[in-house]
């Protein structure tokens, strides 16, 4: 089972100020990006996989989505969700993504934002979303990048000149990360990139777009914060298909 961190009242209240609760996808810098991996939405079912407050819900229904189920296992995200949506195609569920089952052939595009690294494992849920995808249907998803979740917490180290480097500790031992942001004992999980793709190629998927995500001069110039998002990719981003045959 995942660890339901996002119901910790401490943590819950310190995810409400970040700028992607409080602005919705327009506060995700790495939405452009994202959005240009999706296929057309007109009339697609949608699943979206730790949605959240349910801002990718509400936004893929504006863009022509025919129905959006969104999936979480916080009972207060689930909650906020419902108060900011007044649609009735979409629907809320409880839900843990480790062990998560669904109905064969019953979406066209499977997404999910930065939820995937509290798994345990991936490769059953890839399975599982594979099953449940009709042929041709896509799945698209963010989770922190390796070279991110790989190093000890003690973050940048600096030299005496002030040159900043960020260290790739033990990038081959996958496993367990546990880190106070937020809250403490935030647990997620570090997985190589190998392991991320050749999960999805065994689920039977076909990949059509990698991408080490960074912010661009323009979102840099206007959010100087991102300058170190430049150093070092914090998002790994990925859109793979199940094949039409």
């Known amino acids: ?53 349910g801002w990718f819900c509400r936004v893929v229904r ?35 993504l480790d062990g998560l089952e669904l109905p064969a052939e019953s979406f066209d595009l499977v997404y999910s934002s930065l939820a995937l690294h509290y798994l345990p494992t991936l490769a059953p849920l890839f399975e599982t979303v594979y099953h449940s995808l009709a042929a041709g249907g896509s799945l698209v998803f963010s989770v922190e990048h390796p070279i991110f979740t790989c190093p000890q917490p003690q973050g940048w180290l600096v030299d005496e000149e002030g040159r900043r480097s960020w260290p790739v500790n033990g990038y081959q031992a996958e496993g367990k990360r546990v880190s106070n942001w937020l809250a403490e004992g935030v647990i997620k999980y570090h997985r190589t990139l190998g392991t991320h793709l050749n999960a999805l190629i065994a689920a039977g998927f076909a990949i059509r777009h990698v991408e080490d995500w960074g912010p661009t001069a323009e979102q840099i110039a206007a959010n100087p914060a991102l300058a170190e998002e430049a150093e070092r990719p914090m998002l790994l981003l990925v859109a793979v298909q199940k094949p039409l045959g």
């Not at 401490?10 to 970040?18: C, D, K, R, S, V």
């Not at 025919?66 to 839900?95: C, H, K, N, P």
Request: with cysteine; net charge negative.
């Open 62 to 96: 504006e863009q022509g989505a025919a129905e959006v189920l969104g999936i979480d296992l916080s009972a207060r995200m689930l909650a906020r969700a419902a108060e900011l949506t007044r649609d009735e195609g979409i629907r809320y569920r409880q839900g843990d």
């Open 1 to 53: 089972m995942s660890q339901n961190i996002y119901d910790n009242p401490g943590f819950f209240e310190g995810y409400a100020q970040l700028p992607r609760s409080q602005q919705g996808l327009a506060g995700a810098p790495e939405w452009p990006a994202l959005q240009a991996m999706l296929p057309p939405l007109g009339g697609k079912r949608v699943l979206d996989l730790g949605c959240g407050y």
